[in-house]
């Protein structure tokens, strides 16, 4: 069965920086597309960042470039995302999901969640 | 850009819905449908355009190509009241539609 966990949310300052983590439960991570979606209270889905299953291409939405990163460590299982210069429109509900990439890319199972709150 | 409406629509038990999903540009058959219910993660329904998952019962249906696509869900469940989004597969960035609250 597949489960995605994500962890590493929590309550940051404006400016600050905090680090999400993804990890697998039963499916060959690695070969696998992984992204990250974000969800803001009562709002709709918005796309994030999303790598490849090599690691070696990775997208980023416009409102997070150069401020997050993406990442995955291949010995661990897991998937990164690093925020930097966080800011209350970041406020959202992060989910990583395993993205398939046959018909383009899409999302056929995602973690629970995890809330980041941008505040002071 | 997709743009997804009607935003949101009452129906009871039995009903027909439709909802339906126009993106900005020409996407082939490379879309996905998303149903979410409240305090849950997204599920993926419906991908390239019409494929159904496996699982999901044969009442929803997806058709379209281009630019103007449509979930249809025919006999509505007691369970299929919930939100629904649409999401172009084909181009970075990758977007969603607004949503569609299928309501009571």
């Known amino acids: 069965e597949v489960q995605l966990v994500e962890s590493g949310g929590g309550l940051v300052q404006p400016g600050g920086s905090l680090r999400l983590s993804c990890a697998d439960s039963?499916?060959?991570?690695?070969?696998?597309?992984i992204s990250w979606v974000r969800q803001a209270p009562g709002k709709g889905l918005e796309w994030v960042s999303s790598?490849?299953?090599?690691?070696?291409?990775?997208y980023y939405a416009d409102a997070v470039k150069g401020r997050f990163t993406i990442s995955r460590d291949k010995f661990k299982n897991t998937v990164s995302l690093q925020m930097h210069n966080l800011r209350a429109e970041d406020t959202a509900i992060y989910y990583c999901?395993?993205?398939?990439?046959?018909?383009?890319?899409?999302?056929?199972?995602w973690g629970q969640g995890t809330l980041v709150t941008v505040s002071s | 850009q997709m743009t997804q409406s009607p935003s949101s629509v009452s129906a009871s038990v039995g009903d027909t819905v439709t909802i339906t999903c126009r993106a900005s540009?020409?996407?082939?058959?490379?879309l996905a449908w998303y149903q979410q219910k409240p305090g849950k993660a997204p599920n993926l329904l419906i991908y390239?355009?019409?494929t159904l998952v496996d699982g999901v019962p044969s009442r929803f249906s997806g058709s379209g190509s281009g630019t103007d696509f449509t979930l249809t869900i025919s006999s509505l469940q007691p369970e299929d009241f919930a939100t629904y989004y649409c999401?172009?597969?084909?181009?970075?960035?990758?977007?969603f539609g607004g949503g569609t609250k299928v309501e009571i």
């Open positions: 999901a395993r993205t398939r990439v046959s018909r383009g890319w899409y999302f056929d199972y």
């Open positions: 999401q172009q597969t084909n181009l970075f960035p990758l977007t």
């Open positions: 790598i490849s299953g090599s690691g070696g291409s990775t």
């Open positions: 390239g355009a019409s």
């Open positions: 039963g499916f060959t991570f690695n070969n696998y597309a």
């Open positions: 540009q020409d996407s082939s058959f490379w």
